[in-house]
């Protein structure tokens, strides 16, 4: 995406999404790139863990309100979420979503990584995923 070198990101699918407590309150969401490494991400709202796992299903049927009013401003501009570049702040991760249309680009810095994962499942854009951030899957061998 533009404004950011691509050497730094992985393009990432969704593995799972869930709740890291019984009472949905803590969403959960694994990250996997194509060479198996991965990236979990926690301590976001249970409401958002429920769109994100709507949205992998392929269910859109019931969309918050924002998603709404971003959509109908998109369409307006003739623009689309292109992909979003998610990344380390200091101590919480945030998202860059990039725009483009009609011959413009609009780039949307430092939103909430966990908000702008489940947008890029509903409109199906990429998300990338900062390298610093993956790890590699621990590969159990046989026990001796």
Do not use: C, W
């Not at 249970?46 to 992998?56: C, I, N, P, Y």
């Not at 908000?115 to 995923?129: G, N, V």
């Amino acid at each position: 995406m533009k404004g950011s070198p691509y050497s730094d990101y992985v393009v990432v699918k969704v593995g799972e999404v869930g709740f890291a407590d019984t009472n949905g309150v803590e969403g959960v969401v694994s990250l996997k790139a194509g060479d198996q490494r991965s990236f979990v991400m926690r301590a976001f709202s249970g409401e958002t863990a429920m769109h994100m796992q709507r949205f992998v299903r392929g269910d859109r049927s019931s969309v918050p309100s924002l998603f709404n009013m971003l959509e109908e401003f998109a369409e307006k501009e003739g623009l689309h979420l292109a992909g979003v570049e998610v990344y380390p702040s200091g101590q919480v991760l945030r998202a860059d979503l990039q725009f483009i249309g009609r011959g413009k680009e609009v780039l949307m810095r430092g939103y909430r990584a966990s908000d702008s994962i489940a947008l890029a499942l509903f409109y199906d854009a990429p998300i990338m995923l900062h390298r610093s951030l993956l790890e590699s899957e621990k590969q159990e061998g046989p026990e001796v």
